[in-house]
């Protein structure tokens, strides 16, 4: 597998990665036109996007980041072909974009990683006014992605409350990748 570059020249990989955008984040991108505008987006300056690809030329992987401070950039987004998960893929996209952030002099990497289904304790309950309490006790309740963050040293640092509707907060986490 190769973790390179997507450019607006890999109109195939760009198919692929909306693809599988689409078909893991339904939520989100509700439509496969969706998906590929959002592909199309991290092109943008600011911006970083890598894919992962097997020795056939096949997307197996999709990450983007974007710069929102000086030293600060959101992952966004993050998204690994539904049967090639939980084979560490999405860990050597994840490893692989802190490189190249650190290069770039960012100090901080954060992601937002919605909750709509209830798999952590902070959904569907009232999270007002001691939100930060709730962060600090999250817990994951069935699978979620925050357990995917926590192993690569990603902390919550707060919840969004209602984001996605009532009871459907979203969950943010940072992780340092550059010297304090
Ligand atoms: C979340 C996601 C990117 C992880 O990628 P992956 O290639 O499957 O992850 P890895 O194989 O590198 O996982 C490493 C560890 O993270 C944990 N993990 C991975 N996915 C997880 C999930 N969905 N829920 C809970 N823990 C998870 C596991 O502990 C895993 O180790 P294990 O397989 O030994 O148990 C991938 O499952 C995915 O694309 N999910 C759908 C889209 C999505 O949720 N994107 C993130 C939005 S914020």
């Not at 974007?66 to 539904?82: K, M, Q, T």
């Not at 309490?133 to 925050?146: K, Y």
């Not at 902390?155 to 979203?170: C, Q, T």
Request: proline share 7%; hydrophobic share 40%.
């Amino acid at each position: 597998m190769d973790i390179v570059d997507l450019t607006p020249r890999h109109l195939s990989w760009i198919a692929q990665a909306a693809r599988i955008l689409h078909e893991t984040l339904p939520q989100g991108w509700p439509t496969f036109e969706s998906a590929r505008a959002e592909v199309w987006e991290s092109f943008g300056p600011g911006r970083l996007s890598r894919v992962a690809v097997d020795e056939r030329g096949e997307v197996l992987g999709w990450i983007g980041a974007i710069r929102r401070y000086s030293h600060a950039w959101e992952l966004h987004p993050l998204a690994v072909r539904p049967d090639r998960q939980r084979q560490g893929i999405g860990s050597a996209l994840v490893r692989d974009l802190e490189r190249l952030l650190r290069e770039r002099g960012c100090l901080t990497l954060f992601v937002g990683s919605d909750d709509e289904t209830g798999e952590t304790s902070v959904a569907n309950v009232e999270l007002f006014p001691d939100v930060l309490e709730h962060a600090r006790r999250l817990a994951v309740l069935g699978s979620h992605p925050v357990d995917f963050y926590r192993r690569l040293g990603f902390v919550v640092i707060g919840v969004l409350p209602d984001a996605n509707g009532p009871g459907k907060p979203d969950i943010w986490l940072a992780k340092r990748i550059g010297p304090g």
